[in-house]
């Protein structure tokens, strides 16, 4: 009997093992994103972040994990939310240029406008820049978070089939960021 209940664990385990590359191969990409439900960016509750979606986007299950980034699509239009740790003490201009670095490191031809401010409709407020990259164009948003142990970046990019409603929603998805704590 314990030879039994033994082998048919093993079973489980090889069928697991062995299947769930498979079922994940049949499973598609990307999934709609609900509507108007805050979604969390960030490891935990202290340390994170919410947005809110409107209708028409879509998850890249494949690029998201909800601890660090989003990724998202909505028409042309490709939206990454991502948590980020600076160095205590970085000053909102050294971020910025980590952050044209960082782009400058993923398309060398890529250029990232000088900082304009940015404020959520919860009242933080962060910075704002056009971005052109791998022959895209759109905007990189930064927001810390009021205690300062973390920030939440939002890059939107897209081509010339890129729809403006798009850009418009990514734009509300931006102001929507809010953080724990920080009345309205």
């Known amino acids: 009997m ?18 769930w590359p498979t079922l994940e191969a049949l499973l598609p990409d ?5 509507a108007g439900t805050p979604l969390r960016i960030g ?14 986007w879509s998850v890249v299950r494949a690029e998201t994990s909800p601890d ?17 740790t600076p160095a205590r003490g970085t000053t909102p201009a050294a971020l910025w240029n980590g952050l044209r670095d960082v782009t400058r ?21 962060g910075q704002t820049g056009r971005l052109r990259q791998n022959g895209e164009t759109g905007t990189l948003t930064v927001f810390r978070s009021p205690r300062g142990g973390f920030a939440v970046l939002t890059t939107v990019l897209g081509g010339v089939d890129a729809t403006a409603a798009a850009r418009a ?4 998805a931006t102001a929507s960021i809010a953080f724990p704590g920080r009345g309205r």
């Open 2 to 19: 314990r030879m039994r209940a033994v082998l048919i664990a093993a079973a489980v385990v090889v069928a697991l093992t062995a299947g």
């Open 30 to 34: 990307t999934g709609a994103a609900p």
């Open 43 to 56: 490891p935990e509750d202290d340390d994170s972040a919410r947005f809110t979606l409107g209708p028409g």
């Open 68 to 84: 660090r980034s989003w990724m998202l699509s909505r028409e042309g239009v490709v939206m990454d939310v991502a948590y980020l």
């Open 105 to 125: 490191v993923q398309d060398p031809d890529a250029a990232l406008s000088a900082p304009a401010p940015a404020t959520t409709r919860q009242g933080v407020r």
């Open 169 to 172: 929603a990514a734009e509300r």
